[in-house]
């Protein structure tokens, strides 16, 4: 039998999703955009989130300013895919990827849902009045309560 693809985040697993699917699934919160730190040493330490953003982040526009080549400008920008899937603990918890990858629904606000990309703003990088960085930044001053982990 067909699915019905109306709520595809609902009713597909991220294997199934199409390419435009996939990307729709992103909320465009930014979070995975933050800095991180955490203990060289010790892979099973929190990982502590900063509200310092990578430096090829549009605060303003609310999304990376070259998407199609992120991955080139920014070699540390992790590609989401899906045989990735199982890595994904290292994104925010409300992470659509991360969500779904445990089967865990969307939350109430996000784009696909509310039908607005608004909707996201209040839960995403602009509410944590994020710093772009720079070359001199110590990302230990920036950090905020937001665990990943
Ligand atoms: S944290 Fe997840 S939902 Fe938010 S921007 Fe990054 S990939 Fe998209
Ligand atoms: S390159 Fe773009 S998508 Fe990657 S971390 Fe930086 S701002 Fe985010």
Redesign the pocket.
Known sequence: MKKNNTHFWETKQLHELSHDEWEALCDGC?L??LHKLQDEEDDNAPVLMTRV??????IDAG?????AN??I??P???ALTVSRAAQFDWLPQTCAYRLRHHNLPLPSWHPLITGLKESVRPHGIHALNPVIETENIDLEDYLIEMKSN
Request: hydrophobic letters at 10%; aromatic letters at 10%.
């Open positions: 930014g995975c955009c953003v990578c430096h090829c982040y549009d999304q990376c300013s070259d998407y992120r991955h400008k920014v540390g920008c992790t």
